[in-house]
């Protein structure tokens, strides 16, 4: 089992930047893939970005490459946000799985644990 709390939502103008942080706790293998997603009010939940292990191997959507950057350290998963837009308002998930499958997509039905979620709010 793993659990998972986010962190450091909150509201950012356009152009400015956040950084979400989102602390793990339980069996090591079961987060060896983390991963952010967000979903937006009306909207499907969309991956944001992953990160694999020790590796480090990361992988983000479109949208975000260039301005986002996930990053980990032993038991926490961050993702900064910088040059940040109003479509980037949204509600933002953490989640984990142990399998390197998940790390290999950014599609939430790949990861087994969720975290309850941090809002970020850009306005213009």
């Known amino acids: 089992q793993v659990q998972l709390v986010e962190s450091g939502g909150g509201s950012a103008q356009a152009g400015g930047s956040l950084r979400l942080s989102c602390a793990a706790s339980?069996?090591?293998?079961?987060?060896?893939?983390m991963a952010w997603f967000r979903q937006a009010p009306g909207k499907e939940r969309e991956g944001v970005a992953t990160i694999y292990s020790d590796v480090g191997s990361t992988y983000y959507a479109d949208s975000v490459k260039g301005r986002f950057t996930i990053s980990r350290d032993n038991a926490n998963v961050y993702l900064q946000m910088n040059n940040l837009k109003p479509g980037d308002t949204a509600m933002y998930y953490c989640?984990?799985?142990?399998?390197?499958?998940?790390?290999?997509?950014?599609?939430?039905?790949?990861?087994?644990?969720w975290g309850q979620g941090t809002q970020v709010t850009v306005s213009s």
């Open positions: 339980g069996d090591t293998y079961t987060r060896n893939c």
């Open positions: 989640a984990a799985d142990p399998r390197l499958y998940a790390c290999q997509a950014l599609t939430s039905s790949r990861f087994g644990y």
